[in-house]
């Protein structure tokens, strides 16, 4: 999956197809969350804070496969 990169301490880059969420952490781990809405894919693209919304709106909230 192509990801794009973010601006974010905790948070390299972002990809996301077809309800699949991949996420690479700053720290080389890259995890796919699964049954994510695309609701939910752009408003975490426009979080000012990517950290922040992804500990309250994604992790622990979605299946979850990784580190991949």
């Keep these: 999956m192509q990801r794009e990169a973010v601006i974010?301490?905790?948070i390299r880059s972002v990809g996301?197809?077809?309800g699949t969420?991949?996420?690479e952490f700053v720290h080389g781990d890259v995890y796919r969350y699964l049954g994510v809405p695309q609701l939910v894919y752009l408003q975490f693209m426009r979080a000012e804070s990517k950290g922040a919304f992804f500990n309250e709106r994604i992790r622990d909230?979605?299946?979850v496969?990784?580190?991949v």
């Design 8 to 10: 974010s301490q905790a």
């Design 16 to 18: 996301y197809r077809a």
């Design 21 to 23: 969420l991949e996420i």
């Design 61 to 63: 909230c979605f299946e």
């Design 65 to 67: 496969r990784g580190p």
